[in-house]
């Protein structure tokens, strides 16, 4: 996957759970405090998970693109870069000798300099920092995250170049998400068209386009799997890489879904649940008692197939988090 969306907790842990079998909300939470999976931002810019192997070379690639994303609101909140590289030495030195640090400690290292100002402006500082590969996650301290110091966090590797870079990360995104479009890559990755077809063009030997609806796609024809082992029908998480690697979505949109766009705005129903391949409802986490529920709602009457699908779908999800 490279990189999976992760700005939710608790649906980014269960995007994986989806993905492994086997794994648990207890196993993916040891994975992370022993520093296995990192959490950093990445990407547009969003929190991403990513591994320890991919986090240097991806940043590499990715974080000039996210500072000019950012350069406006480091403007407005009064950070040149000057402050920034400042800011950044400091939170370097409060985290040295393997010290984990949630925000709050931290915000007092920059409060004794007054680097850190408003909310805003420490995340632009915290965002910044992780950007140039200086900090990224520690283990959870309770429900607190907290920050490492990436260099004791991550062992040094030998580093791509950026064509190594970009030609690896154009592999993993069509070998996961395809097919898929130049745009929807450059969507997700926030790389420039360029960059984008320069990356499809180094993988040239792998990659074939086919035409349909008018459009280009781009796919690995030796990463297809039987279809008959596919996950068709699941509770999808928000944010999930179904919907997100992509910027036309309309092949998982029936019109019927186009009809139920004010009961998708909907905060209490912001999950989508999936029925072979396409959304077909909504679903809700509850409470029944110490146990685990979920409140199911479709959009338009399921064949009793389907039904069975979808229930056998709804027991993984409090499975996973038990």
Not at 8 to 29: C, F, H, Q, Y
């Amino acid at each position: 996957m490279v990189a999976m969306q992760a700005q939710v907790w608790d649906m980014a842990k269960w995007a994986i759970g989806l993905r492994l079998p086997g794994s648990t909300n207890e196993s993916i939470e040891k994975a992370f405090n022993d520093g296995l999976i990192l959490r950093t931002h990445l990407m547009r810019p969003t929190w991403h998970f990513v591994t320890p192997a991919d986090i240097r070379w991806l940043l590499q690639l990715t974080a000039p693109r996210v500072h000019a994303v950012n350069a406006y609101m480091y403007r407005q909140t009064g950070l040149d870069n000057r402050k920034l590289n400042r800011s950044t030495n400091l939170l370097a030195k409060a985290l040295v000798d393997g010290k984990y640090l949630i925000r709050d400690d931290l915000k007092k290292s920059l409060d004794q300099v007054k680097l850190s100002g408003d909310g805003t402006q420490l995340s632009c500082v915290m965002m910044y920092a992780e950007l140039e590969g200086v900090i990224c996650s520690g283990p959870r301290l309770g429900k607190q995250f907290s920050y490492a110091l990436m260099d004791e966090r991550v062992p040094s590797k030998n580093s791509f170049t950026r064509d190594e870079s970009l030609a690896e990360f154009t592999k993993r995104y069509f070998q996961s998400r395809g097919p898929a479009t130049l745009q929807d890559y450059s969507t997700w990755s926030g790389l420039s068209m360029k960059d984008v077809r320069e990356g499809v063009e180094l993988n040239s030997s792998i990659l074939v386009k086919e035409k349909w609806e008018e459009k280009e796609y781009f796919l690995n024809p030796s990463e297809l799997k039987d279809l008959k082992k596919l996950q068709t029908t699941f509770l999808m998480p928000d944010y999930d890489e179904y919907g997100m690697a992509y910027k036309n979505r309309e092949a998982m949109i029936d019109p019927i879904v186009i009809s139920m766009q004010k009961l998708m705005k909907d905060e209490s129903y912001s999950h989508f649940i999936i029925v072979d391949g396409k959304v077909a409802g909504i679903w809700k986490r509850s409470q029944m008692g110490k146990a685990l529920a979920v409140e199911t709602t479709y959009f338009a009457p399921l064949s009793k197939t389907k039904e069975q699908a979808v229930e056998k779908a709804v027991k993984k999800y409090p499975k996973f988090f038990e």
